[in-house]
DNA sequence: TATTACTTTATAATGTTTATAATTAGTGTA
DNA sequence: TACACTAATTATAAACATTATAAAGTAATA
């Protein structure tokens, strides 16, 4: 299936990359990828526990930074106290829920004009950008109705 | 001037909510007003430091706070550690340094379209959304070139 | 196998932000 | 203006996420 491929690739890459591929990167990358919600360092901590009884919070911080670095990984900071953590796959958004949290993909193609306006008013180089979309979650608003 | 005003507009509204206003409240936001930057809560801190030797840090995480209820700041995360805040005057958006940090204030106009079809495609209620830009701001594409 | 470099672990340290309790100071009313 | 009430400030400690460090372990290479 899909997510078996995207693991495999992501093994690759770090092949390619040199970077080692131990056991709890390896049970790192599969949670990020299977599950589908976007995991903070501590979620993914706790989710392994089980498997790696001795791993180390370090581990889990220093992995999502080599990931991060390689290019697998996307770190995203809302407002809340902690990263969250999100497998790279195609383009795409976040939709937040502001009651209870989740957060949904919502792909969208890329606002090429916004960052070549920015780049012609301020000077900047642009190198990319980021968007987030803030709102109530059906859920959340069914239960608000009552 | 302008800023004078801005300030005047803010103590006004601060009157209507009911908060107390304080020297302290003031000063912040005061500072928060002409302080062209987006600064920490420690930058904040720091720079009232002369005027209010005795303040506590947590005077200005709450007045933050309180301020950011009110309508009158937006907070700011970006992956760095600290939040950064903004007195929030038209909506505009952020272009940020990569290399030095800098921000830099870039007026466009809402992505309601986004907004919409965000909202249709998740069934979300979207209340609002957030943009930054990122890339290399003149000065340190000029050092960059050396 | 020996050497080397990289990883993990355990732990401590850092830095930001929040909670608590006691003191102080604004604000509305007499 | 003075009083009483309530909210805000201070000082401090605590919580929390994240990073740094050093020692021990593991994989890769010659």
Same mark, same amino acid.
């Given at each position: ?18 970077? /080692? ?43 999502? /930074? ?6 697998? $990984?996307? =770190? ?21 829920? =502001? ?13 090429? =004009? $916004? =960052? ?13 950008? /980021? ?16």
């Amino acid at each position: 299936m899909a997510v078996s491929h995207q693991l495999k690739e992501a093994l690759d890459t770090l092949k390619e990359t040199g970077v /080692r591929i131990t056991p709890q990167r390896h049970a790192i990358l599969e949670y990020l990828i299977n599950s589908m919600s976007h995991p903070t360092a501590d979620d993914i901590y706790k989710a392994l526990e089980g498997k790696f009884p001795n791993m180390s919070v370090a581990t889990v911080y220093n992995n999502l /930074r080599v990931f991060r670095e390689v290019g697998l $990984v996307k =770190e995203l900071t809302y407002g809340d106290s902690s990263s969250r953590f999100d497998f790279i796959t195609t383009h795409h958004y976040h939709v937040i829920c =502001e009651k209870c949290g989740k957060i949904v993909d919502f792909h969208y193609p890329g606002l090429d =004009e $916004v =960052e070549q306006l920015a780049s012609h008013v301020t000077g900047f180089k642009v190198s990319h950008h /980021r968007m987030e979309i803030y709102g109530t979650c059906p859920d959340c608003a069914i239960k608000e109705a009552h």
